[in-house]
């Protein structure tokens, strides 16, 4: 195990009928700025659960923010937040909800010439809006971490922050908020929390086995739970252990101690931004390739997880490693995910342009970081 | 799984070389009580190492913190933390000094008339004296928590509270101040580790796969670690797990939104309290025997248990059941660790009083709350 720094203050309030707390977990003299994204939670009954909660509040409200939430969206919510003076932001939806308060919180308070050094230069947040969440969709792990990710259309850019500043205060979990979520969304968010977990997993062996259980626990629940969801929507227990494991694949915990890849999200975050490819959908194709291309140097984590996860019995690490690739594919495809760049109708060569993005960023991504742009290009190949 | 809400923020600075960290982690304005045990720092080097990293900061010492933290000891750091007036208390030690450090800086904040309460009246906290820990034996949990445990010999009592006041705010776990330890510490800090990760698992089924797969890794790991440690007590690699291992099993996460049961340790704090047996191997004389009463309730963890964390193969549950006890007995034995009332010289007749403490206090143990007197009683006999 390598050394380690761990700390997460968030306070999780999990279960169903938990938004009620929400008048528990904010102080009355707060002036907030309730923000969401399209509307949704005004059909499914959220918004009016959150309205109710807030009674005698100051709110101010901030909606449209979009999937891959962009930069110029979260601007024009930073004007409000000083104009009005706000001084707690209350994130409802999912992710990227999440991530764009996460950065109206940081950008409010940036004293830099531009906010947008904070995606670019690593520009050092130094305070922030308080901020909390009420989740409703299970996915990226944001409502227990200090991670955002932000858009840029006009130059085709999707990055990523982190400061302790924009940990939320914060998250409440209600599985029953889920329940109205399109298929294609819950299917997205179980894929992009397997993936989270693999990023932290699939690497090499530092002897961590408490990681790696945590890791592995999660999985499973993931594929079991995952298949469940799609034909039983309305199963509570499927939904709330959904939504414990994807915030424990993200919280940092199971990647503590140990070496750490993210290649297929850098590469991903390049498809979304070009294409516009649900996020969960380019991990789905690229992170198998990234496999097959880094497979010696994963092949030992490889040959764990397809006996410890998939429970394979063959003795012959080639043939577990292959039937694991094989089985995450299918479990992919059985949530109706695409899993190669021909089921979103793309070539290798219209990735081309992610290529020259991350090598004019000279990025070495991997554990290992040996995946430079010219790797990336044969990942694309072995994901055709 | 059930609902429930969670925060932790105990920063964990983990792995060797990294006690020189307490420098950056307090800042230099504070007055620090340096407390700690019977001495033997002084002969490792951890408090060479300590008081080196503590340089240029106003410390004040409190030596002789006993093993079953004593009441009265505790009092008399009251009055030092009063008279020095100490902004930030640090233990260095294992679970018993934490524990008291815990008491003491809650004591010295606390308004009633008499602190025993905090103990026997439940009474509230409202603040503490900050704290810290540099741990040396991995084994309470108590470096990621808000319990601890106090005994009072002249009553025969020892007594736990819980309170968020008297959180660390950072515990430093280096696995190479484990080194040093007797054999029979290591052994008590694995048992008791594993115990706790039981309390919180080995009840009744509320579907709660993420918490249960967290469980059985850490039960795994400990079985794993624990026996090489023995062996091969300067293997960095083992030490380190065992530490981060124990750390997971009382931090509270594997126990939220599932029942805890926690009647291993209700009985065994009274065995400690009259007969000053080790903490752990109360709770290894005492948790066979709660299985055995208890088999019919928790059958289906039980059979779950061996098959998962003991690879049991048989199809029957009740072989299984029979197969995960004893193989959990014989762990335990592997370890030297007692596993009957005989192996400690004590007979079901010699533990009446702590039936009567029990009886006394109304007391209804377990996760269903239905361990009274009465089934103690038939549970010592069990454990003859």
């Known amino acids: 195990m390598q050394n380690f720094e761990y700390r997460n203050p968030v306070k999780i309030v999990f279960g169903k009928g938990t938004i009620g707390k929400l008048s528990d977990l904010i ?7 309730l923000a969401y994204g399209g509307g949704s939670i005004k ?3 959220v918004y009016d659960q959150v309205v109710k ?6 709110v101010v409200e901030f909606a449209g923010i979009e999937p ?3 930069y110029d969206t979260c601007m024009r919510a930073v004007k409000v937040v000083k104009d009005e003076k706000i001084d707690f932001i209350l994130s409802v939806g999912g992710g990227s909800v999440l991530d764009a308060v996460k950065f109206i919180a940081a950008a409010a308070k940036f004293e830099g010439p531009e906010s947008w ?25 944001s409502e227990m971490n200090t991670n955002a990710v932000i858009s840029r259309s006009k130059t085709g850019e999707k990055l990523a922050f982190s400061s302790e500043q924009v940990s939320p205060v914060f998250s409440i979990l209600d599985p029953e908020t889920t329940y109205s979520l399109p298929e294609s969304q819950v299917a997205n968010g179980v894929v992009d929390a397997f993936v989270h977990v693999m990023e932290q997993y699939m690497t090499y062996d530092v002897n961590s086995p408490v990681q790696d259980r945590f890791a592995e626990g999660i999985l499973k629940t993931l594929i079991e739970e995952g298949q469940k969801v799609m034909t039983d929507p309305k199963n509570y227990e499927v939904r709330a252990n959904i939504m414990w494991a994807a915030t424990m694949a993200l919280n940092g915990l199971i990647g503590q101690g140990v070496p750490q890849d993210w290649a297929t999200h850098m590469i991903g975050h390049e498809l979304t931004a070009l294409y516009n490819i649900d996020h969960a959908r380019t991990l789905a194709i690229i992170m198998p ?4 291309h880094q497979r010696q140097q994963k092949g030992a984590k490889l040959a764990q997880y397809a006996r410890r996860v998939w429970d394979v019995q063959t003795s012959d690490d080639n043939k577990a490693i292959d039937a694991a690739i094989q089985k995450t594919i299918d479990f992919f495809r059985g949530l109706d995910i695409p899993t190669t760049l021909g089921d979103v109708d793309l070539t290798p060569e219209d990735c081309k342009k992610a290529v020259e993005q991350l090598r004019n960023r000279g990025s070495k991504l991997g554990e290992r970081g040996i995946i430079t742009a010219k790797q990336v290009e044969e990942i694309f190949s072995l994901a055709a």
Do not use: F, H, R
């Open 289 to 292: 390739a990234v496999w097959k």
């Open 68 to 70: 891959n939430p962009q």
């Open 53 to 58: 909660a807030l009674k005698g509040y100051s």
């Open 27 to 33: 102080t009355k003299d707060k002036k907030i700025l």
């Open 117 to 141: 050094d904070i995606l670019t230069k690593n520009a050092k947040i130094k305070s922030a809006v308080p901020l909390g969440c009420v989740l409703t969709l299970p996915a990226t792990g």
């Open 43 to 45: 059909k499914n009954g």
